[in-house]
Protein backbone atom coordinates (compact mmCIF):
# COMPACT_ATOMS: atom_id res chain seq x y z
CA UNK A 1 0.00 0.00 0.00
CA UNK A 2 1.22 3.03 -0.52
CA UNK A 3 2.51 5.35 2.32
CA UNK A 4 0.08 8.86 1.57
CA UNK A 5 -2.97 6.24 0.87
CA UNK A 6 -1.47 4.08 4.52
CA UNK A 7 -1.78 8.05 6.29
CA UNK A 8 -5.02 8.93 4.89
CA UNK A 9 -6.78 5.69 6.29
CA UNK A 10 -4.98 5.34 9.70
CA UNK A 11 -5.20 9.42 10.07
CA UNK A 12 -8.87 8.56 9.15
CA UNK A 13 -9.46 5.64 11.89
CA UNK A 14 -7.81 7.57 14.56
CA UNK A 15 -10.24 10.91 14.40
CA UNK A 16 -13.59 8.83 14.41
CA UNK A 17 -15.10 6.50 16.96
CA UNK A 18 -17.89 4.69 15.79
CA UNK A 19 -18.18 1.90 12.98
CA UNK A 20 -20.75 0.57 11.26
CA UNK A 21 -19.93 -3.27 11.52
CA UNK A 22 -22.31 -6.16 9.82
CA UNK A 23 -21.77 -9.69 10.46
CA UNK A 24 -23.32 -12.89 8.83
CA UNK A 25 -26.15 -14.21 10.57
CA UNK A 26 -26.09 -18.10 10.40
CA UNK A 27 -29.77 -17.68 8.72
CA UNK A 28 -27.85 -16.15 5.71
CA UNK A 29 -28.99 -12.44 6.73
CA UNK A 30 -26.57 -10.21 7.16
CA UNK A 31 -26.68 -7.89 10.74
CA UNK A 32 -25.20 -4.11 10.40
CA UNK A 33 -24.78 -2.33 13.87
CA UNK A 34 -22.67 0.32 15.38
CA UNK A 35 -20.15 0.09 17.19
CA UNK A 36 -17.48 1.97 19.54
CA UNK A 37 -14.04 1.18 18.33
CA UNK A 38 -10.47 1.83 18.99
CA UNK A 39 -7.64 1.13 16.31
CA UNK A 40 -3.59 0.09 16.50
CA UNK A 41 -2.87 1.18 13.09
CA UNK A 42 -5.12 -0.55 10.62
CA UNK A 43 -6.18 -3.13 12.97
CA UNK A 44 -9.43 -1.86 15.24
CA UNK A 45 -10.83 -3.59 18.62
CA UNK A 46 -14.06 -3.40 19.98
CA UNK A 47 -15.85 -4.97 23.13
CA UNK A 48 -19.14 -7.12 22.36
CA UNK A 49 -21.58 -8.41 24.63
CA UNK A 50 -21.19 -12.58 24.86
CA UNK A 51 -24.77 -12.76 24.94
CA UNK A 52 -25.75 -10.51 21.91
CA UNK A 53 -26.14 -11.78 18.48
CA UNK A 54 -22.91 -9.89 17.10
CA UNK A 55 -20.80 -12.26 19.00
CA UNK A 56 -22.62 -15.61 17.76
CA UNK A 57 -22.41 -14.24 14.51
CA UNK A 58 -18.47 -14.19 14.40
CA UNK A 59 -18.33 -17.11 15.56
CA UNK A 60 -20.46 -18.37 13.34
CA UNK A 61 -18.97 -16.63 10.06
CA UNK A 62 -15.59 -14.34 10.98
CA UNK A 63 -16.23 -12.28 8.02
CA UNK A 64 -17.07 -8.74 9.11
CA UNK A 65 -17.41 -5.80 6.55
CA UNK A 66 -17.09 -2.73 8.32
CA UNK A 67 -18.24 1.07 6.82
CA UNK A 68 -16.76 4.29 8.88
CA UNK A 69 -18.18 8.00 8.08
CA UNK A 70 -18.02 11.30 9.20
CA UNK A 71 -20.47 14.09 8.98
CA UNK A 72 -20.82 16.16 6.06
CA UNK A 73 -22.88 19.18 5.08
CA UNK A 74 -22.39 18.96 0.69
CA UNK A 75 -21.85 15.82 -1.16
CA UNK A 76 -18.01 17.20 -2.03
CA UNK A 77 -17.13 16.76 1.48
CA UNK A 78 -18.05 12.78 1.62
CA UNK A 79 -15.03 10.93 3.16
CA UNK A 80 -15.11 7.50 4.58
CA UNK A 81 -13.97 4.31 4.30
CA UNK A 82 -15.11 0.29 4.00
CA UNK A 83 -13.29 -2.33 4.98
CA UNK A 84 -13.90 -6.43 4.20
CA UNK A 85 -12.30 -7.83 7.62
CA UNK A 86 -11.66 -10.94 9.81
CA UNK A 87 -12.92 -11.38 12.95
CA UNK A 88 -10.39 -12.76 15.94
CA UNK A 89 -11.12 -12.61 19.84
CA UNK A 90 -8.12 -12.00 21.77
CA UNK A 91 -7.16 -14.09 24.41
CA UNK A 92 -4.12 -12.60 25.79
CA UNK A 93 -5.26 -10.60 29.09
CA UNK A 94 -2.31 -8.41 28.60
CA UNK A 95 -3.84 -7.12 25.29
CA UNK A 96 -7.16 -7.10 26.60
CA UNK A 97 -6.35 -4.57 29.32
CA UNK A 98 -3.79 -3.02 26.56
CA UNK A 99 -6.63 -2.31 24.64
CA UNK A 100 -9.14 -1.27 27.27
CA UNK A 101 -6.73 2.00 28.37
CA UNK A 102 -6.74 2.73 24.49
CA UNK A 103 -10.37 2.76 24.43
CA UNK A 104 -10.38 4.85 27.78
CA UNK A 105 -8.49 7.36 26.10
CA UNK A 106 -10.66 7.94 23.05
CA UNK A 107 -14.15 7.07 24.89
CA UNK A 108 -14.01 8.42 28.19
CA UNK A 109 -17.59 8.00 28.58
CA UNK A 110 -17.10 4.33 29.18
CA UNK A 111 -15.20 5.07 32.31
CA UNK A 112 -18.28 4.96 34.33
CA UNK A 113 -19.22 0.82 33.36
CA UNK A 114 -15.96 -0.20 34.82
CA UNK A 115 -13.38 -2.22 33.32
CA UNK A 116 -14.76 -5.39 31.23
CA UNK A 117 -14.96 -8.85 32.07
CA UNK A 118 -13.78 -10.79 29.25
CA UNK A 119 -16.09 -13.33 30.08
CA UNK A 120 -18.92 -11.44 29.72
CA UNK A 121 -17.45 -8.70 26.81
CA UNK A 122 -14.76 -10.25 25.08
CA UNK A 123 -12.83 -8.20 22.56
CA UNK A 124 -12.67 -8.67 19.20
CA UNK A 125 -10.11 -7.98 16.71
CA UNK A 126 -10.84 -7.16 13.09
CA UNK A 127 -7.86 -7.72 11.12
CA UNK A 128 -8.45 -5.60 7.07
CA UNK A 129 -8.09 -7.68 4.45
CA UNK A 130 -9.36 -4.94 1.44
CA UNK A 131 -10.07 -1.18 2.18
CA UNK A 132 -11.57 0.87 0.40
CA UNK A 133 -11.61 4.64 0.58
CA UNK A 134 -14.39 6.80 -0.50
CA UNK A 135 -13.58 10.58 -1.37
CA UNK A 136 -16.00 13.24 -3.20
CA UNK A 137 -13.63 16.22 -2.41
CA UNK A 138 -12.47 15.68 -5.57
CA UNK A 139 -14.46 13.78 -7.88
CA UNK A 140 -18.12 12.95 -6.74
CA UNK A 141 -18.43 8.92 -6.39
CA UNK A 142 -14.81 8.60 -6.53
CA UNK A 143 -13.20 5.11 -4.45
CA UNK A 144 -9.95 2.92 -4.28
CA UNK A 145 -10.31 -0.24 -3.07
CA UNK A 146 -6.98 -1.39 -2.28
CA UNK A 147 -5.25 -5.18 -0.84
CA UNK A 148 -4.38 -4.83 2.64
CA UNK A 149 -0.76 -6.90 3.11
CA UNK A 150 0.49 -8.10 6.87
CA UNK A 151 3.45 -5.12 6.03
CA UNK A 152 0.55 -2.67 5.88
CA UNK A 153 -1.15 -3.48 9.67
CA UNK A 154 1.61 -2.04 11.44
CA UNK A 155 1.31 -2.30 14.93
CA UNK A 156 -1.10 -4.59 16.81
CA UNK A 157 -1.21 -6.90 19.14
CA UNK A 158 1.75 -8.76 21.10
CA UNK A 159 3.75 -8.17 24.13
CA UNK A 160 2.74 -4.84 26.30
CA UNK A 161 4.75 -3.78 29.03
CA UNK A 162 2.16 -1.49 30.67
Do not use: C
Not at 88 to 95: A, G, M, P
Amino acid sequence: MKTELHDFIVDFLDRHKILTLATNRPDGWPQATTVSYVNDGLVLFAFIARVGQKYRNIQHDPRLSIAIAGEFRHANQIRGLSMAARAEFVSDRREFDHVWKMFLTRHPEFNSVGHPNPAMAPLVRMVPEWISVVDYTNVFGHSELTKVAPRDLGARSGAYSD
